[in-house]
């Protein structure tokens, strides 16, 4: 029997009155077990058995989901579940009425006055401060939920409006602060705002949310006079200052104003995620202000919960306050912190009880009124619209109503005349509003922006000149024909079905939308008549004929005229669009990466804009090399043939098994399975049988060349939890549940024979996986435990204990002696040592939990899908997490590698198979021999040849065919201090230069390994050939930079510096000129034949220790300490770029690759390196993961293998595989499959006649 439910105390509250009271019905019903109860309602086990924990009440449907699936009444359940919320919401309410102050803020905003009880961004503020003391104009950027209101407010007004006695913050007593948001027409609205205040002083405008400026004002004439405004800041004579705070998703949208974007370079400051001691000081202070304690545990929690997520701020102090709310004294426990959903689940839990307490009609409404409160993105995400009271209530009293429910609830916010959603958190927050956004995604853009047209027509005194004509109006008359449609029911929780309403439309609206059609309606009978009268006329105008040719040449000029200007108007409109479809793409990468790739591809067409090449590498670089559709529901089962070629997948509700031709990406056949329900699929050794069996333990054997069915088998003889094939297909594992609960059968596929029966859980088996040799068999159970078994006998082997609860997943490694164990009770995948019988690794789990799980075929990958659509990926070997594969919208519960473990697919509960591409930076070869760190790596003429240099003290030159090695000079007694810190090849690869701090420059033959020189003042850490063999540079330990001439052996001294030491060289294409890199100092072009600076170039923050020339001698690129990037002009010394905001440290190297495209860079301070495109600055790959830090970096000549040496003593090289644009349009089109839909063309490409961004138009 499965695992006894933990007791519920049915007078701790309402919630766990109402789950002891679903214990009891389900008690009287039998006992039937939740597995058996899934399979009647339309919800898992493990979320009806959490309907029954007693944790926080259930929602409507999953409650009668639970009813219906126990045979109770329904409708008494229904009433029963009101009054729950209803008790429940009543003990909050008392709670709070109690007298005590919250401590906490909710989904609101921190404001002045609050500054007693705002905690955790003390630096935060005194950075602001320190950059509104140097700048009169800053920016501040963060994420949705980052605390950027709260900052400007609560932590700079309210330092500004310091008291006399308070500490002085080196700026004068403002003369006025004013807050600001710029709404829809901030220049008519807010302009007054920017005129000073009294006769001295500044006066500050805070401007927040300054992103409406984008996402509100449709008028760019009237942005760009409100940017004006603000710049003019700049002048101390205005006795302005201006603080902007600017959602981070919309800083490429401000750097595409020239003079916004230099303010942006100035001064800005970005918000990150609190460090752990800040979120404890946010956690805790403000309780223990008002005489609170805050568990420990709870506390630890949540520091862990919300570590490196700097927008769910929020969701923190919301789900602080629903815990407030239900303390215990003055304690704030983690009880009651579950009980209110967690961080990620409290606002759905506040939203959900509101709106399970509505009635249809309210709910209806309520949804048309939330979903007026916001912007869809359009190349950004969701964002909230302030809207006037009046489009939501109208004077309706009911309406009126239920606004006063939604502010009550804190859902929204009402301000005077304003309402506005309390937060950009409850978009992403509440499923329920996100699901309804995203049904409605194309009619909600077009709402909004019939909504700004018919607020200029109004303003305008209804000028016919401001109508909607051609394809605005025909899409907003399809979205919201004049004709009555019925208002859905919104009977047991139901969404309401985002169809139009006649209500949906303000009188405004209606109206506008009214004239337009008619004033077309009326513009079409006009050009009838005109066409009439103008057939009646076509004999008086031959007459003219004669005249008209004379004017025609004059005419002839000024059409080709218009005609340019028309085309270059074309030119610059295409180009725009492009622009803003490029925008878009790399908004939705994160969600929507089908979408986005779209987007990028028509971005592309449109022109090729430097933004869309951006967002087509981006887009190219999403692993996905191919989506399948084709099944009517989900997949369940997916399987790759042993060649690789040919992939099966079974479907949840269609009743076939299909058949793939994997390069091709089409399907071969449909196979007839025995049940809706494929649990699982395996190939036969030799690929010419395929095995399915069903979710009820039966399962057939088809013949794959014909499709015929050669046997169908009975089953397991019960509800089957679980189901497995060997890696060969001989043997089919069943686990099951009720009367069989605990066991597992193992069958011959090829006879239907049962070969053995495994007991011993004491809890339902929920997993089971064999071994790669089919020799033993892992089952997971509900009882804590993982059971290793004979295949052959039977017989129990091995018992694993988990401390982590039920354990839902486990998948065998390819050596057998590695098994993955998920364990839900704390979201965490294990890595045990079958053969040590301990744990080797923990994997951090993802946040829904982990349904399936599989190894790649090298062993060195562990994939895993989950029921929150998510797939990831881990590295065995580190632990670490090598990324999430977006795409899929529903649970994922099937994963495969392909035998070569190139592709991995994975299928979903929505419907399609993925496949996607594993082997993107890869690593081809690994060169092992050096006992201390690579500090550098350098390849020889022609790429066969590789150089190492190491802290052991030697150089090591491998033979890349053989992958052989022999070995420079001798190990060194001395530690470190001899250790090889530069190589270089000279251009004919016939010498190899190396430095050591001991040692000195040494000049070797490379084909005998003889030592042919040694420079004893050669102790840098660099050293570079000119291109002519004849020149060679290198620095020394006293900070000088050094040239020897190869032939004379003289050398001569550039520098002598000790404050800024050159730490890097690099020579120009034609040898004339001399980059040398300083940690310390800036970069600095010499000329060759003088030994004279020519230049000095300024350097990113923290100077450049690394520099290289790209391959033309045209740029210079210098990486530096603050992880940038920057690119200047060889002959002018003026930067170019500057490639900033990735996250690997301080640069340790920087190659070109050698057609000059492609930039790497190595982190210091992270086992990462980087590629950028050079043109773009886009990031094209970036390989992480290794267990050391990356100290050295080099491009093969042909710039396919990218060779990297890191602490860790190894030597990596990896496959650079980079497409051009062209190419990248042929990957997305071949991985997507499919073209914008007809609602998605509407919303991105409005004015656009229908196209196809892959294939013929």
Sequence with gaps: MGRREKPVDPGAGPVQRFAYELRKLRLEAGSPTYRAMAERAAYSAAVLSQAAAGEKLPSLPVTLAYVTACGGDTGHWQRRWHEAVREDAARVLEAEEDGAVAPYRGLARFEPDDHTRYFGRRRLTEELLRRVRERRVVAVFGPSGSGKSSLLRAGLIARLRRPADAPPLGLPPPAAIRVLTPGARPERDAGRLFTPAGTTGDTWLVVDQFEEVFTLCADPDERNAFVRRILTAHDPASRLRVVLGVRADFYGRCLAHRELADVIHEASLPIGPMSPQELREAIVKPAAAEGLIVERSLTARLVEEMAEEPGSLPLLSHVLLETWRRRRGRTLTLQAYEAAGGVHGAVAQTAEQLYGRLSPQQAGAARRMLLRLITPGEGSADTRRPAARGELDAGDPAA??????????????????????????????????????????????????????????????????????????????????????????????????????????????????????????????????????????????????????????????????????????????????????????????????????????????????????????????????????????????????????????????????????????TARATLPAPAKTLAALSFSADGRTLAGSTGGGAWRLWDVATGRVRATFGGHGGPVTTTAFSRDGRILATGGTGGTGGTVRLWNTATGELSATLRGHTGKVVSVAFAPDGRSVATGSLDGTVRLWDAATGAARTRIVSPAGGNRAVAFGPDGHTLAIYGSDDASIKLWDLTAGKARTTLAGPAGYVLTMVFGPSGRILGGGSDDGTVRLWDVATGGNLGTLPGHTRRVGSMAFSPDGHTMASGSDDGTVRLWNTTLGDTLTTLTGHTGPVGAVAYGRGGRTLASGSDDGTVRVWDLGTRGSRTLGRRSGSGGSDRVRAVAFSPDGRTLATTGRRTGLRIWDVATGRLLATLPRFTGEAVAFGPDDRTLAGTGGTGALLLWDTRSHRTRTLSTSRTDPATSVAFSRDGRTLASGSRDGPVRLWDVATGRARNVLTGPRGNAGAVAFSPDGRTLAGGGADGSVRLWDVVTGNARTTITGHTIGALGAVAFTPDGRTLAASGRDTGSVRLWDVATGQTRATYAGQTGLVRSVAFSPDGRSLATGSSDGVVRLREVALPGPDESVKRICRAVNRELTSAEHAAYLPDEAPRKACGAP
């Design 400 to 665: 009126a109503q239920l606004v006063e429910q939604l502010a009550r609830a804190r859902l929204i916010t009402v301000d005077q005349d304003t309402v506005d959603l309390a937060h950009e958190a409850l978009i992403t927050s509440w499923p329920r509003l996100r699901g309804w956004i995203e049904e409605d995604r194309g009619r909600l853009i077009v709402h909004r922006r019939l909504t700004e047209a018919a607020g200029l027509w109004d303003e305008l005194d209804h000028d016919p000149g401001a109508l909607y004509r051609g394809t605005r109006l025909d899409a907003a008359e399809e979205a919201f024909a004049p004709e009555e449609r019925g208002v859905p029911e919104e009977a047991a929780g139901a969404v309401p079905s985002p169809g139009g309403t006649p209500d949906e439309l303000t009188p405004q609206e209606r109206a506008f939308l009214t004239a337009s059609i008619a004033a077309r309606d009326r513009e079409r009978r006009a050009a009838a008549r005109t066409t009439r009268r103008l057939r009646q006329s076509a004999a008086t105008l031959s007459v003219l004929l004669a005249l008209a040719l004379a004017a025609g040449l004059v005419a002839w000029d000024q059409f080709r005229t218009s005609e340019r200007q028309r085309d270059a108007a074309v030119a610059a409109q295409r180009l725009s669009l492009s622009r803003q479809l490029a925008a878009q793409s790399t908004a939705l990468m994160g969600d929507w990466p089908d979408l986005s790739s779209l987007l990028a591809v028509h971005a592309y067409r449109t022109a090729p804009t430097k933004e869309a090449v951006a967002s087509l590498f981006s887009a190219v670089d999403v692993p996905l090399r191919r989506r399948l559709d084709g099944h009517s529901g989900g997949v369940r089962a997916v399987a790759f043939s042993p060649d690789g070629r040919t992939l099966a997948t079974g479907g949840a509700r269609d009743s076939t098994v299909r058949l793939w031709n994997v390069p091709a990406g």
